[in-house]
Nanobody, 125 residues
Framework: VQLQASGGGLVQAGGSLRLSCAAS????????MGWFRQPPGKEREFVAV????????YYADSVKGRFTISRDNAKNTVNLQMNNLKPEDTAIYYC???????????????????WGQGTQVTVSS
């Protein structure tokens, strides 16, 4: 599976952005998909994950109520709608495929196999 993230940019606090992750590979619809982010000078952290069918989602507390993860298996894409952005949301955002051996909603980096290249999100105050 190859992943390509896009949609990042510069936005003012309170604004919105929509990230997309395009996947190649026939088995995309069988993977749970996650979004992670890496703020400047910090470790990569979990943001959200969506089950293979799209019916189940799980969020980090820091983004709950502001971010929405969704997927379109017909188009092999997973999206992250980010509303009410805050300066602390500034980070490089990565999409990743969840491996099948652990809980579908795992937030552990090691439970994700394939990673996109990342897209920069900058939120100004």
């Amino acid at each position: 599976v190859q992943l390509q993230a896009s949609g990042g940019g510069l936005v003012q606090a309170g604004g919105s952005l929509r990230l997309s992750c395009a996947a190649s590979g026939r088995s995309f619809s069988t993977y749970a998909m996650g979004w992670f982010r890496q703020p400047p000078g910090k470790e990569r952290e979990f943001v959200a994950v969506i089950g293979w069918s799209g019916g189940l989602t799980y969020y980090a507390d820091s983004v709950k109520g502001r971010f929405t993860i969704s997927r379109d298996n017909a188009k092999n894409t997973v999206n992250l709608q980010m509303n009410n952005l805050k300066p602390e949301d500034t980070a490089i955002y990565y999409c990743a495929t969840k491996n099948r051996g652990t809980a579908w909603n795992s937030s552990r980096i090691g439970d994700y196999d394939y990673w996109g290249q990342g897209t920069q999100v900058t939120v100004s105050s």
